[in-house]
């Protein structure tokens, strides 16, 4: 049975037609990114999380380790509905003698509360020294170092993020209004 030009023709629409079909289902959007980015966030946060990170003193040209100084971890977070909530905040260890902190958040904490963590940022919070406890904004430490890509700890189910270095100085900068 041979093909006549006119069947040919309807057997190629049929088959681009239902490619056209399949691609249209499978296609993502603007809004499909967002939402798959949104989830993938959400895995993100899904776990136990760790921030880790250094804190130093600037003296002249120097940078030497901060002991003492305690970063802040803010979250953006959602209830079990999906609405956003009051964001959730809490403090890391002070940092050891090399400068290291270290933040934990275990899931147990906000499942009492029915949250959901969406976006952490972390920033300087205080330094132990009157001489060195002006906040930069190196690395973020002012306007907050967004929490972007982590190591899995499997021993201990955690996603742990490396943020920083911070740098805190013995004199605030100035700010230039322009005149």
């Known amino acids: 049975m041979a093909f006549t030009n006119t069947s040919f023709v309807a057997?190629?629409?049929?088959?681009i037609?239902?490619?056209?079909?399949?691609?249209?289902?499978?296609?993502?959007?603007?809004?499909?990114?967002?939402?798959?980015?949104?989830?993938f966030q959400e895995k993100l946060l899904s776990n136990n999380i760790g921030i880790q990170g250094l804190?130093?003193?600037?003296?002249?040209?120097?940078?030497?380790?901060l002991q003492g100084a305690v970063t802040r971890i803010r979250c953006e977070a959602v209830d079990e509905y999906g609405f956003e909530t009051k964001p959730y905040s809490f403090l890391s260890d002070a940092t050891n003698a090399k400068g290291y902190f270290l933040a934990t958040l275990f899931q147990q904490e906000l499942i009492a509360e029915k949250r959901v963590l969406k976006e952490c940022r972390t920033f300087l919070d205080a330094s132990p020294l009157d001489?060195?406890?002006y906040p930069t904004d190196f690395n973020k430490g002012i306007s907050g170092a967004e929490l972007l890509s982590y190591s899995f700890l499997h021993d201990k189910k955690m996603n742990l993020?490396?943020?920083?270095?911070?740098?805190?100085?013995?004199?605030?900068?100035?700010?230039?209004?322009?005149?």
């Open 11 to 15: 057997f190629m629409l049929l088959i």
């Open 17 to 39: 037609t239902s490619i056209l079909v399949q691609c249209s289902f499978t296609y993502a959007s603007g809004d499909d990114f967002d939402i798959k980015k949104q989830n």
């Open 55 to 65: 804190v130093y003193c600037k003296s002249g040209s120097k940078l030497i380790p």
């Open 131 to 133: 001489n060195c406890n």
């Open 161 to 179: 993020y490396t943020v920083g270095p911070f740098v805190f100085t013995s004199t605030p900068k100035s700010i230039s209004d322009g005149y």
